[in-house]
């Protein structure tokens, strides 16, 4: 689907929009210095209050970047208003676009080297620190639950009950492993819910490809894709960074052989985050790192599953059985980090000493 001319003309935007990006969410096109996004109204059912928390976060992280010397243009969004000073779009067919700046000579990756996840690692981390006074309050829930793992499992069992599609004859392995874990999956919300960890205003999809690096120095720029920005754990931020950047595989490999945990970058990534974090994380929090792999991991095998299951109707795919080889790409990582728990965490205590605290 392309860009009606409509929704250019409300930017005054001359130059034509050509497809961008790699997300599994909303479509995003460039044209000349602007990215423009069609908001998947699908998954946010909300645009407008979804915008509101963008350009207050955007807002907010603007000042702060700027009282710290830094350059508020290039690390982070800068929302584009319509003509008509509006921050989104709707066309006369009922959809919703955005538009922001497009930050100049940046690039993101799937794939990332150590180097490169040290930066973006501290990035996390200093997101967090970021909006550690931005009152969570004042955000609206853009997807609610949407880091409930038990619900996500409810979630699951309904749509293998409903089985629309007939492909529940296909998961059955898969079914068996998560609900043998079923009891760990409310490990963080309950810690959460007792107050055992502090609920923070966090990124809630730290992808990998959710951060822009600096074409030429491959220092991290931004964290950008700020839909999911909400009040949350800082496990979720951890958790789901390091799941899709230290695993082996692409996230939608069919060969689960390829499916590993790629320790060198394990450990590139908690060095990073845990040179920005170390002064708020708690000691819980800092015991539950590791988990939180696993526990992200499998959360995403779940919501992959549950999507295949219910005939593709959430994350974009490109082929059929993605969704499913998605699904079990997850699964089969969170295995293998669920058997290298103790290996992350002597990596976590190495970083919290000290000394080795640079990079
Ligand atoms: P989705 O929600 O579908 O994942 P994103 O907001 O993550 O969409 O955007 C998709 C991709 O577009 C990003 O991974 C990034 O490569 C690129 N991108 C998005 N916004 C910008 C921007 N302001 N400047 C440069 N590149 C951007
Ligand atoms: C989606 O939007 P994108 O592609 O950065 C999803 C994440 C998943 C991710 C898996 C709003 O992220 O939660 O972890 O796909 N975002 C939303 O690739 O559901
Ligand atoms: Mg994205």
Redesign the pocket.
């Known amino acids: 689907m392309g860009i009606e001319n409509e929704v250019l003309r409300a930017y005054g935007i001359a130059t034509p929009a050509l497809t961008?990006?790699?997300?599994?969410?909303?479509d995003?096109y460039i044209s000349g210095d602007y990215?423009i996004?069609r908001i998947n109204t699908n998954v946010f059912k909300e645009p407008e209050k979804l915008m509101s928390n963008i350009l207050k976060v955007t807002n907010f992280l603007k000042v702060k970047l700027k009282k710290e010397g830094r350059d508020p243009e290039r690390e982070t969004?800068s929302v584009v208003l319509t003509e008509d000073g509006r921050s989104f779009y709707k066309t006369g067919d009922g959809e919703y676009f955005r538009v922001?700046?497009?930050?100049k000579n940046?690039?993101?990756y799937d794939a990332v080297t150590p180097k490169l996840l040290y930066g973006a690692a501290y990035g996390f981390g200093d997101f967090q620190r970021l909006l550690s006074d931005f009152d969570g309050r004042e955000l609206y829930e853009t997807i609610p639950d949407f880091h409930n793992t038990p619900k996500r499992y409810a979630d699951l069992l309904s749509a293998y009950k409903a089985d629309i599609c007939g492909r529940a004859y296909k998961v059955k392995k898969e079914m068996e492993y998560i609900n043998s874990l079923s009891k760990e999956l409310s490990i963080v919300t309950d810690a959460l819910e007792s107050k055992e960890i502090p609920c923070r205003v966090t990124h809630n999809d730290t992808k990998i490809?959710?951060v822009?690096f600096d074409r030429e120095s491959g220092k991290l720029l931004a964290v950008?894709?700020l839909?999911t920005v909400m009040p949350g754990s800082l496990l979720y931020d951890f958790g789901d960074a390091l799941r899709s950047a230290a695993n082996t595989a692409a996230e939608d490999e069919k060969d689960l052989l390829l499916v590993g945990l790629n320790f060198e970058n394990a450990e590139a990534f908690i060095k990073g985050f845990m040179l920005s974090a170390k002064d708020f994380i708690t000691e819980r929090e800092k015991e539950l790192l590791p988990f939180s792999v696993k526990l992200i991991a499998l959360e995403l095998g779940m919501r992959f599953l549950a999507d295949y299951l219910a005939g593709d109707v959430y994350f974009k795919t490109s082929r059929e059985g993605q969704n499913l080889d998605r699904a079990r790409c997850q699964l089969e990582f969170a295995r293998i980090v669920g058997e290298n728990l103790k290996a992350l965490a002597k990596i976590v205590n190495m970083c919290v000493s000290g000394d080795s605290l640079s990079s």
Not at 100 to 103: A, G, S, T, Y
């Open positions: 961008y990006g790699n997300g599994h969410i909303n995003t990215i996004q969004l922001c700046k497009l930050i940046s690039i993101s490809n959710n822009l950008i894709d839909d």
